[in-house]
């Protein structure tokens, strides 16, 4: 079945919940679809985890649009969601809405996702109105890296969790159709989620959220030294891929592949004639 706005939203009103995974590239959607995870988002993450970057800043409208175009090629039911980069929707109203475009018209997402709270609802409610969905993203928002001073659990004082409750509902008024909670305290995400209408998706953030994501690297252990504290790992894909790229090595060296099976036949009579 294929999941849109309308579904996520429908899954919310039932009480059950959302899945989504990031993916990058057409191979991990196409498996990731295949798994029946509801949505798929392009996230601006591929910064780090495919390109090698130190963090999200450096990510272009560019890079966004060639990654969502591929894992668009590769999803048929799951929900597809990128990432607004750094600097593509905070310069002005017009931006955002130019750039949520391009990431529909180009990419092939069905919805955008942008970071921060009440500084952007007039560029949520424009993006909105011109029939792009918006998910909000709260809490530690990357992005921000330089303004928060490094990557910290957000909301802990009571000023700061009253903060973060009226940018949800604000985000909410504004039209966003789901809210991303990263590294917020669980009992306040769980307040969060009882008082929004839309469906909290959280990412370090318990259990109480109406979702769950996690970038499919980290609960892959791709990574084997970057484990942070709300990833749980379901695979050991790293350890098992290394393993298998040293005996693909051990075994071209020693000859042992490609073996007779790996190997195309030409008829004797045909090879003789040309020696
Ligand atoms: O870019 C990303 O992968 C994200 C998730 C961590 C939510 O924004």
Redesign the pocket.
Known sequence: MKNTVVTIQEAKNNKEKVTML?AYDYSMAKLIDEADINMI?V???LGMVMLGYED?LSVTMEDMIHHTKAVARGAKNALIVA?MPFMSYQTSIYDAVCNAGRLVKEGRAQAVKLEGGREFAEHIKAITNASIPVVA?LGLTPQSLNAFGGFKVQGKSEEAARKLIEDAVIVEEAGAVAV?L?CVPAKLAALITKKLHIPTIG?GAGADCDGQ?L?YQDMLAMFGDFKPKFVKRFGEIGKQMKEAFQTYSEEVKTGAFPAQEHTFKIEDDVIEKLY
Request: no cysteine.
């Open positions: 990031t988002l996230g601006d993450s999200t990432d993203h991303v990263e990412i994501v970038v």
